[in-house]
């Protein structure tokens, strides 16, 4: 007997419905059922923070939520934040200040940076380092990773200001 329930999700502006086994997680959901294959994989002890996508305007490892727990949410993945003819000014930061290397942290980086930069658009380096701490990465030593996050903020207070 299959145990499939109806869900529907918002992904990066799209409406999604489907059937799926409610203890499916949302990072499953997301790469194998809806094709959103930024969002990674690290680990299976949410520590790794690779899977991280924005619910419902919160930072949410989706490696760790059951996809009936996340029945008519809103989600943003890397995806949804910009694309390569239309970077968003934290990708286009972690690109001029190499942020990445293997590239497998980066979606989760990225969309939890985004998020944190929401939650506090002028963070000092230990705010960062530490908004940023649920991100693991084997490959940069954190140090570009932060001051790419912090040129980004930079970039984006200098935008709203020029805007006001
Ligand atoms: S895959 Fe590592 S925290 Fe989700
Ligand atoms: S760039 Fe390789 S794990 Fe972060």
């Known amino acids: 007997m299959s145990n499939k329930k109806h ?12 059937l799926a086994e409610p203890r499916e ?10 094709r959103q294959t930024g969002p ?10 690779a899977c991280t996508v924005t619910m419902n305007g919160k930072s949410v490892k989706a490696c760790t939520v059951f996809v ?3 029945d008519g949410a809103d989600i943003t993945t890397i995806e949804g ?3 390569p003819d239309n970077l968003h000014v934290l990708q286009e930061s972690f690109k001029e ?7 497998f942290c980066t979606p989760g980086m990225i969309t939890r940076a985004s998020k944190l930069l929401e ?10 380092r530490f908004g940023m701490a649920g991100n693991i990465c084997r490959c940069t030593g954190y140090q570009n990773i932060v001051k790419s996050i912090l040129a980004a903020a930079s970039e ?9």
């Open 81 to 83: 934040l910009g694309n």
């Open 97 to 103: 200040h190499h942020g990445l290397q293997c590239g």
């Open 156 to 164: 984006m207070n200098a935008a709203k200001e020029a805007a006001e």
């Open 119 to 128: 939650e506090n658009p002028t963070p000092t380096e230990e705010e960062v």
């Open 25 to 34: 997680l949302l990072i499953h959901t997301l790469r194998e059922r809806l």
């Open 40 to 49: 990674h994989i690290g680990c299976e002890t949410s520590h790794c923070g």
């Open 68 to 70: 009936a727990q996340a």
């Open 7 to 18: 869900f529907k999700l918002t992904v990066n502006g799209e409406e999604q419905e489907f």
